[in-house]
């Protein structure tokens, strides 16, 4: 089981930049597919982005270009820069750990999630 634990949350303006974080515990980081959710109040949790193992990356269309996520597996952490933000794009982020098969991403559990809020 891996412990996942977000940090970077908080208030932004539109058109602003944002990097969230994301701690895991346990020696089998390395091996898992992490990715990015967000849900905004009434609405569900989306997938917003994902990495495999190797480096390879996906996005939802509603972010693609704006946003990047990448993980250094020496610190066990993975981020999503976000940038261009837009007020749509408040919600809280949660972090996943989980995995890839057949190029769909699924999660094996959440952390707790980070707030961030895009507001003039």
């Known amino acids: 089981q891996v412990q996942l634990v977000e940090s970077g949350g908080g208030l932004v303006q539109p058109g602003g930049s944002l990097r969230v974080s994301c701690a895991a515990s346990?020696?089998?980081?390395?091996?898992?597919?992490m990715g990015w959710y967000r849900q905004a109040p009434g609405k569900e949790r989306e997938l917003v982005a994902h990495?495999?193992?190797?480096?390879?990356?996906n996005y939802a269309e509603s972010v693609k270009g704006r946003f990047t996520i990448s993980r250094d597996n020496a610190k066990n952490t993975v981020y999503l820069q976000m940038n261009s933000l837009k007020p749509e794009d408040t919600a809280v982020y949660y972090c996943?750990?989980?995995?890839?098969?057949?190029?769909?991403?699924?999660?094996?559990?959440w952390g707790q999630g980070t707030q961030v809020t895009v507001s003039s």
């Open positions: 996943s750990a989980g995995h890839v098969y057949s190029g769909t991403y699924y999660s094996n559990g």
């Open positions: 346990g020696s089998i980081f390395s091996t898992r597919a």
């Open positions: 990495i495999t193992i190797h480096g390879y990356t």
